[in-house]
């Protein structure tokens, strides 16, 4: 570090936690010849266009936090640390930047965690601010307040992991973080600020010279011609080729470029959860109806930002047509990823494509130039086949009207009222209300469906939505089993507090998965998978100045919708759904240890 820096750094006179002295720009502004840790944290971020802090006050960052404010940034204080690390992680898939989330020490940074890690298993760009307490007292485990070696902690759950002791390098510590966070793989990242830090002075010309704007954060990373060759000439050579579109498809932006390549090379393609709407559900091309037959039937799969996790049974497998539940399937793979290390995790991958997408589908585009041979008619008429007869069979559930509703009566109205405003982000779940939904709902617009990802966690909800609506600025539908609701429910407060468009519809069945299981032994305590019965949900939104709605029937289920999107008002739906309509653990039976034992 540069000495005339470090010189210039020394304690400020003023104790951290001053409440009563929201200093701004007006205690270390452009007049004032010192500036602190507090106002270089909040400098450095809006140099670099971070203006939307996600997070919960307390000591040591209650000032930053007023101080943020009156600097002009959006502060969205949260009930929940774990919320408001969900809505930095879901921000930064949206936008592209990382998605920041401000927590207090040792627990709020523990609650905070949880996000940080879904973000990076997800590749979701995320920054995790932590305050936390003195060093020398933490290293020698002597009790501090909330005391914690938070850095090393993260480490392991974070794509990398900083600490800022001094005031003059909290530059050089914000942008070693957005880097860290959206280059190459984008993941969640650790920034451990101390509460010393803040109150540091620092001379303010010296101090802004400290500070840097990230100049090229995410650069694009440019594939090898040959692997761009091999690629084309192997989908090339496929009788029944098939493209899957993975969440990663969806974060690089590259909309255009991505339809063209599906559209000019007319291959089938299947979109995982959060690639929905990329192209829209309707298009002819959309294998999502046939995806059993698809994906066993296939002979060459070009995946694009998707890996082949569980998601994807490993790449193998009854799945992929293996003859066994580890066997492969005969499939030959293109995998354009930014990751060089994705390729062969589960099974042989014959042409990597490693680049950013955006770079790798324009690449291939100008490689196939106008003459990609058409995929064989028998392939496209069997999926064709398939597609309608599904589509017909979801058609015939979709039309009946059972007493009480069940998923598919509930969301045949989701779907229509999605269908009817395509900007409005859909938050999704719960197990049979997150399978059911993404089934049945189709969405039109990329990056509009946000749910549980990679971890199918629970808790998502609430704090996505407030994310959404604050981020994105849309109306949002948040479609949220009972039990999942439960982890974030509470910040129904933050979004009437804020006031955000945010429609929540609980499909509630009583229970996680059902809410129909009893106590074998016919004693007292309920099954450790049932609430209590007719639960009144929606008088929680009701409780801050929302509205609730019970819905028992579609048609009330519909016009609650339809007035919420009109009113823009803070809603939740509390749409009652037979409590015997679920599977346990929904579309994934099969991974319960259980089920396995059975096979
Ligand atoms: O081809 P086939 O014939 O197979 O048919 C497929 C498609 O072709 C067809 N389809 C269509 N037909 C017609 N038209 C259209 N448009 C169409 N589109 C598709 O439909 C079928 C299905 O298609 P899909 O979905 O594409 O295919 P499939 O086979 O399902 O795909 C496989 C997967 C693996 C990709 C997919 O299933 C998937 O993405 N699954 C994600 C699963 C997931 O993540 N689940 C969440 C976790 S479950 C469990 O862990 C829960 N917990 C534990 C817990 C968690 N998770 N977290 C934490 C922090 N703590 C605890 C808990 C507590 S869930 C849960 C709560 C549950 O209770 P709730 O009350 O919240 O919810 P309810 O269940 O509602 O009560
Ligand atoms: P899904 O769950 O939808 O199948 P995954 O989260 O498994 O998607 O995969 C996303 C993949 O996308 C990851 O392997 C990640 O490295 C990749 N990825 C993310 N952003 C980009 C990008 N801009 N360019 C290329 N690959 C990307
Ligand atoms: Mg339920």
């Known amino acids: 570090m540069d000495q005339a820096m470090r010189a210039a750094a020394k304690p400020a006179p003023t104790a951290a936690g001053d409440a009563t002295r929201v200093a701004g720009e007006g205690e270390a502004g452009p007049q004032s010849r010192e500036t602190d840790g507090f106002q270089l944290v909040i400098d450095a971020l809006k140099l670099n266009g971070l203006d939307t802090i996600f997070g919960l006050p307390g000591i040591p960052i209650t000032d930053l936090t007023r101080r943020m404010q009156a ?110 966070a959206v280059s190459g793989r984008p993941g969640g990242v650790y920034l451990d600020l101390p509460a010393k830090l803040f109150p540091q002075a620092m001379d303010a010309e010296a101090g802004r010279q400290s500070l840097i704007k990230v100049v090229d954060p995410a650069p694009r990373q440019i594939p090898a011609p040959d692997a761009v060759k091999r690629a084309v000439d192997l989908l090339r050579s496929a009788k029944r080729p098939l493209i899957v579109l993975g969440k990663g498809a969806a974060y690089a932006q590259a909309d255009a470029d991505i339809r063209a390549l599906v559209e000019r090379t007319g291959i089938p393609y299947l979109p995982m959860s959060m690639a929905k709407g990329l192209l829209p559900d309707t298009h002819e091309q959309s294998a999502s109806a046939a995806r059993s037959y698809v994906l066993p039937e296939a002979d060459v799969v070009m995946m694009i930002g998707a890996r082949l996790n569980w998601l994807l049974s490993h790449g193998k497998g009854k799945t992929w047509g293996g003859a066994t539940s580890k066997s492969w399937g005969g499939q030959r793979f293109v995998q354009i990823d930014i990751s060089p290390q994705e390729a062969d995790s589960n099974v042989r991958i014959d042409a990597p494509v490693v680049g950013d997408i955006g770079s790798c589908v324009s690449a291939m585009l100008a490689a196939i130039g106008t003459g990609f041979p058409k995929p064989p008619a028998e392939w496209l008429d069997a999926i064709a086949e398939r597609r309608t007869k599904n589509v017909a069979k979801m058609a015939e559930s979709l039309a009946k009207n059972p007493v009480p509703m069940n998923y598919h009566s509930a969301l045949g109205v989701v779907r229509d009222i999605v269908r009817a405003n395509p900007d409005a982000f859909l938050v999704n779940e719960g197990a049979n209300a997150l399978d059911h939904t993404r089934a049945v709902v189709d969405m039109f617009k990329p990056r509009k469906r946000l749910d549980v990802g990679t971890w199918g966690v629970m808790g998502i909800g609430m704090g996505y939505s407030v994310a959404a609506a604050v981020v994105g600025g849309q109306q949002v539908i948040a479609v949220e089993g009972d039990s999942a609701f439960g982890f974030s429910g509470m910040e129904c407060e933050t979004i009437c507090r804020y006031g955000l468009p945010v429609c929540v519809v609980i499909l509630n069945n009583n229970g996680v998965y059902r809410g129909d299981e009893v106590n074998p032994t016919g004693g007292r305590d309920p099954s450790p998978l049932v609430f209590v019965k007719g639960a009144r949900y929606e008088k929680l939104m009701e409780a801050f100045g929302g509205v609730g709605v019970m819905a028992a029937t579609p048609a009330e289920l519909r016009s609650a919708m339809e007035e919420a999107i009109r009113s823009r008002k803070p809603t939740l739906i509390n749409a009652v759904i037979d409590e015997k309509a679920g599977t346990e653990s929904g579309r994934i039976t099969s991974l319960n240890p259980s089920a396995k034992k059975k096979q």
């Open 71 to 180: 600097n002009g940034m959006r502060v969205i204080s949260f009930r929940h640390e774990q919320n408001a690390g969900y809505a930095a992680s879901i921000a930064g898939f949206m936008t592209g930047k990382p998605g920041i989330c401000l927590t207090v020490s040792a627990p709020g940074f523990l609650n905070g965690l949880t996000a940080l890690a879904h973000a990076t298993t997800n590749c979701f760009p995320m920054i995790l601010i932590s305050g936390s307490s003195e060093r020398e007292v933490v290293d020698l485990q002597q009790g501090d307040y909330e005391e914690m070696d938070q850095l090393a902690i993260a480490r392991p759950h974070a794509k990398a992991a900083f600490r800022v002791l001094h005031a003059e390098d909290i530059g050089v510590g914000v942008a070693r973080a957005i880097r860290a």
